[in-house]
Structure formats: C-alpha cells, structure tokens
RNA sequence: CGGGGUGUGGCGCAGUCCGGUAGCGCACCGCGUUUGGGACGCGGGGGUCGUCGGUUCAAGUCCGACCGCCCCGACCA
C-alpha cells in the first residue's frame, strides 16, 4: 500500500491548495498525462461506485433502465439545435482521423449526449404507446475547458446523464422535478450536503433547456457549487431530431424531454463540506471504509492478544455488514497510522492495545470530533450494534454542521451595496425581478451570478438592483 | 487566447550570476532497534539536468528557437 505523506496547508492558509493536495494525497485522483485529464484512483472510485450504486438503485426503482450510446458523435449532430451548438462548440474535441485516413466527417468525443441520443430516439418512437423513454447512460463525457481543477472541472469526467422522452409537457416537468428529489435527497441524506433546489435564471440555463433546475451546495470558503442538475427542453430537441409519435388520436406530436445528470463533481463537493486541516472526512454512508481498526503492541506477547482481539471483532464487524479494514502495517507506527486515516477521512478509527485488550474494550475516535474530544472507550462486547449507532449519529453530526454552517453565511440584502458586501463572503438571498440585465449587472461589480430560484416563493419585493417590482428571491453567489 | 511563473532521480528543491563532468530532503531497497498521535541508526539503488540547435578543449550553467506544465482572467457540470 502507499503511503500519505507530506502535510496539509490549512485550509485558511490556501483553501485551493489544501483541496489539491487532499484529492492527491489521500488518493482519490491523480493528474494524467493529458492536459486537464485526472486519474481516479481505486479509493477515489471506490466511493464513486458507492454515490452511484445508490442512485443507480433509486432511478431503477422509479422506472429507468441502463443503456450505453457511443462516445463519438458525428460533429453536424450539434449543428441541429441552435443554443445547443452555441453552448458545446467551444468545447469539443474532435476526432479527425481513424486508421490512418482523414475522417469523411469529423467525430465529436461527446460532451454530453443529447444530440445522439435524441437521433436514436427518433427511430424508436413511434406511438404514444412507447412512451416514457426512460434511459440513464453511466459513462464519461469530454469538454475541452481551459481551467481544470481534480474532480471539480476536468476535460473528461465520469457522471450518469438521463435522458427521457414523454407525451406531454406536464410528464415531461414532472420527470425533471422527480429526479431532482432524488439528487436533493441523495445529496442531503447520502452525502451529508446540505443542497437548495430551485430553477435557474436564463443566463445560466443549459444549452438548449427550457427550464433548468439545479441543487446548489456551499463549500467552506463559501463559495457556491453546482451539485447536480435537471433539464427541460420541452421540444427543443424533438424537432431538432424529429422525435415524433402517433398519439390516441392518430396525430403525430413531437416528444417532450428531458435530461439531467450528477458527475463525480459531487465529490469535490463533499470534500470541500466536510474536510477539515487534517484532510478528508467521509459521510458514513459513502465511505469506502466506514471503520479502520489500529492494532497496537510493543512485543511479540502483546501482539498476540492484541491481533487476537483485532481479528475477533475485524470479523464481527464485517459480518454485521459494517466496512471495515484491519490496518496490520508493521512497517508504520500507530500515530502514522491515525494520521493516515484521518487524512482519507475514514469516520471511524478503533484503537485496540495490549490495555484494551487486557479489559475487554475498545478505544474509538471519531473522525467529525479530532483529537481527545471524539476519543471513547466502549466494551467489545456488543460492538457492532455500537459501531452502527456511531456511524449513524456521525453521519447526522457532519449533516447537522454544514447545515448550520450554510444558514449562517446565507444572508437578505437591504439594497444593492449590502449584497454587494454579502457576496464577498457568503451567500444573497435577495429579491431579482429576473432580468438578464440586473444579474449582468451583479456579476460585474462582485462575480457572483445567480445560483437558482426556489420554486417556493411568498410575497413580492423590489428588485435588489433596479428596484422594480420582483416576484421572486433568488440565492447569488461566486460559484465554482 | 491575455498576464505571471516554472522545467534538474518518484516528489519537493539547491546548483545557473562567475562553464570544469551533479547534490540535499522526503520516498524507495536491506539489516537492526522501535511502535497508545506522522520513529531512529547504519548501509544501498536510482538522474542522457524539458527538446533541438549554437558557442567552447569542456555546457545543468552562456546564446537562440521550440515544447510542456502550474497559477490568475474570459468559458463551464
């Protein structure tokens, strides 16, 4: 196994740089030798697969099945929707040549995947009786973007993107507002990230979207971070790609759709929500090793006892469903071993010593509390049951701090200089009378844009900026 | 693409001003002692100094061109 080594800058020293070195040293990615590329490594894949074994569940429980599209995509694919092209021109890598010959036309590596899917589409619709479509694709996309940052904007990364058809409008809207429950859900019940839901303003919508929605999540230095999004188009790309069926009455009517997708971009986020200046901590319920047990002994007959009791309670663990990993490292003392672990943020350390041993107990350190403080002795007996409730009450515990943290640096501007000294350092939630030109106007004078709009809306207000009459409040933020 | 940096064992750097055949820390390998908050000693292995060209008896070092990467901005999940 590798080592961590090297220290952590705090996180108050150099918030990015403490990021980086937490993604690298904890072993989550790794630059590739393509520019903007990252590596994910086997840690940083294993909680990968464990975001995406429990979304992958829920869409298959409301009704989505899998498939998988090609990653090349005839390049005129992206000229059949006007906004769409606008969006994804600039970012396209394309393929060129194949065997040695230049390509007749050039392939797209898909950036997303509307344009191919939707030409499928239309050659399997036919008759509202084939209605819903309802396809996820796990897969990785390409977007050629100029500054790169580990898991939070590579060239390529890893996601799933749904992509339904329905008959009519009102489906459509329901599916975009269904999935994004499931990421709100996921987000604030899985990941511990306090997220918001709303609708996006017009500047920010997706390429080609009739309405945008998102769930926003604020990163310790507060600055807003997308961390998931659901789209309408509603016949946007059904006429770009003649998606038509045959209703009840024998009438040909264009599909509306949908599409929406969550990418490895949320652990960013969760890295950002949770670490502190030891490194990473993990939400229980997405940890790749939810428990590490920490053998510790001087001599040959204390490590007899000691591994002893490790490997009882090491399988006593495991058998109760429990992730758990016995570090039985010679090679490294046990205060490298802690630091070790709270670097890749394993909620859950058990210390077991020659005294622990003697007196049939375990020492606990929880990783949301460092230091004595999180440290508890606990008998061994029963520990499973101990262990699950620990677990449980972390996950609440980191729930309950971001939560807090988020409320606190949300605040209601009185006027325009007020947001404009939030903005600097948290969060506005202030009235908007949605013009374009207001929002341009905000993110001249402080660079924050609008995060989104809650469909939840009471009362009416003057527009922060212009002090027309305003409908709505909306969340701005300086976003990732 | 604009601005700023930087390329020397796996990583981080010194050496470049003043040319003389490459060094330090960490990591790695071996042995021994250690182990309740990042252990220590001794012994090892590993580098065509980003690339190409030029000057010179001699280039990591001087000159020229090119390339890569990082940071800050415009674009974005």
């Known amino acids: ?36 590329c990252m590596v994910v490594r086997p840690y940083g894949w294993a909680l990968w697969e464990n975001i995406t074994s429990i979304l992958d569940k829920r869409f298959k429980e409301t009704g989505h099945v899998n498939a998988a599209f090609p990653t090349l995509i005839p390049l005129s694919f992206f000229e059949k929707e006007k ?27 898909r950036p997303t995947s509307e344009t191919i899917i939707g030409y499928m589409y239309a050659k399997w619709i036919k008759s509202w009786r084939d209605l819903p479509v309802l396809i996820v694709q796990w897969g990785s996309v390409m977007r050629w973007e100029l500054r790169t940052k580990l898991f939070l904007r590579t060239a390529e990364f890893y996601w799933h993107e749904g992509h339904t ?46 309405i945008t929605t998102s769930i926003e999540g604020m990163m310790q230095d507060k600055r807003a971070l ?89 399988a006593e663990l495991k058998g109760a469903g429990i992730r758990v990993k016995l570090d039985d490292r010679e090679e490294v003392t046990p205060g490298y071993k802690f630091n ?75 006027d325009y200089e007020e947001l404009k000294s939030i903005v600097a350092d948290g969060w506005a939630f202030a009235w908007w009378c949605e013009s374009p030109e207001c929002e341009a106007k905000i993110k001249e004078d402080t660079k924050a844009t609008s995060r989104n709009i809650p469909f939840d809306q009471s009362g009416e207000g003057r527009c922060v900026v212009c002090g027309r009459p305003a409908k709505v409040r909306a969340y701005f933020a300086r976003a990732y």
């Open 1 to 36: 196994m590798d080592m961590a080594n090297g220290k952590l800058p705090t996180r108050a020293e150099d918030f990015s740089e403490w990021y980086n070195q937490v993604v690298l040293q904890a072993e989550l990615a790794d630059y590739a030798p393509v520019r903007g």
């Open 83 to 109: 906004e769409h092209v606008e969006g994804f021109s600039p970012q396209l890598a394309v393929v060129t040549h194949g065997g040695g010959e230049q390509l007749e036309e050039p392939l797209a590596v």
């Open 165 to 210: 058809a329905h008959a009519t409008a009102e489906e459509a809207k329901e599916e975009m507002l269904r999935i994004l429950d499931i990421y709100t859900d996921f987000s604030i019940n899985e990941a511990a990230l306090p997220v918001l839901k709303g609708y996006k303003s017009e500047s920010e919508r997706f390429a080609g979207a009739q």
């Open 226 to 314: 997308q961390c998931g999004t659901s789209h309408y188009f509603g016949q946007n790309f059904s006429r770009a790609f003649d998606i038509k069926f045959l209703d009840r009455n024998n009438t040909l009517q264009y599909c509306e759709t949908t599409s929406w997708a969550i990418s490895t971009r949320i652990i960013g986020a969760i890295i950002m929500t949770h670490g502190d200046d030891q490194g990473l901590i993990l939400p229980p319920r997405l940890a790749p090793i939810q428990v590490v047990i920490v053998p510790i002994f001087k001599n040959d007959a204390e490590k007899g006892r000691v591994m002893e009791t490790a490997h009882r309670l090491f």
């Open 340 to 414: 070790d672990w709270e670097l890749r943020g394993v909620p859950l350390r058990i210390e077991i010593g020659p005294n622990d041993a003697d007196r049939n107990v375990v020492t606990l350190a929880r990783r949301d509390r460092p230091g004595r403080e999180g440290k508890s002795s606990v008998p061994q007996a029963a520990l499973p049951p101990t262990v699950s409730g620990l677990l449980d009450e972390i996950q609440r515990s980191l729930l309950e701090r971001a939560t807090a943290f988020l409320n606190a640096n949300i605040h209601q501007p009185g």
